[in-house]
């Protein structure tokens, strides 16, 4: 069993920044492949940026390519999620979940295909 934490979240004015982290018990991030996702009021569950189970392959979803970073720290072990720029649209409760797998360079897109969920942090923005 895997426990996920997230923590960072906030209240933020446009164009502010956030980092968020993501901490596991149990076991080390390097197991696994990792993901964040974020849900706004009255949505689905969207995938927002993912890495690797190496660490060395990360993908985003389109709208937000070049102003997050999603990177990983095997000695805290922590995976976080670096937010700048941030617009009102991108308020929604954020959740990391990981993916057991044996690949390596594997990216995982689709919320069923993640195995443990943590239970969020809010991100508020405000025009």
């Known amino acids: 069993q895997v426990q996920l934490v997230e923590s960072g979240g906030g209240l933020v004015q446009l164009g502010g920044s956030l980092r968020l982290s993501c901490a596991a018990s149990?076991?080390?991030?390097?197991?696994?492949?990792v993901g964040w996702f974020r849900q706004a009021p009255g949505k689905e569950r969207e995938f927002v940026a993912a890495?690797?189970?190496?660490?060395?392959?990360?993908r985003y979803t389109d709208s937000v390519k070049g102003r997050f970073t999603i990177s990983s720290d095997n000695v805290k072990n922590r995976v976080y999620l670096q937010m700048n720029g941030l617009t009102p649209e991108d308020t929604a409760t954020y959740y990391c979940?990981?993916?057991?797998?044996?690949?390596?360079?594997?990216?995982?897109?689709?919320?069923?295909?993640?195995?443990?969920w943590g239970q969020g942090t809010q991100v508020t923005v405000s025009s």
């Open positions: 890495i690797s189970k190496s660490g060395g392959t990360t």
């Open positions: 149990g076991r080390t991030f390097s197991d696994y492949a």
């Open positions: 979940a990981v993916r057991i797998g044996n690949f390596d360079s594997m990216i995982y897109f689709q919320a069923r295909q993640y195995n443990y």
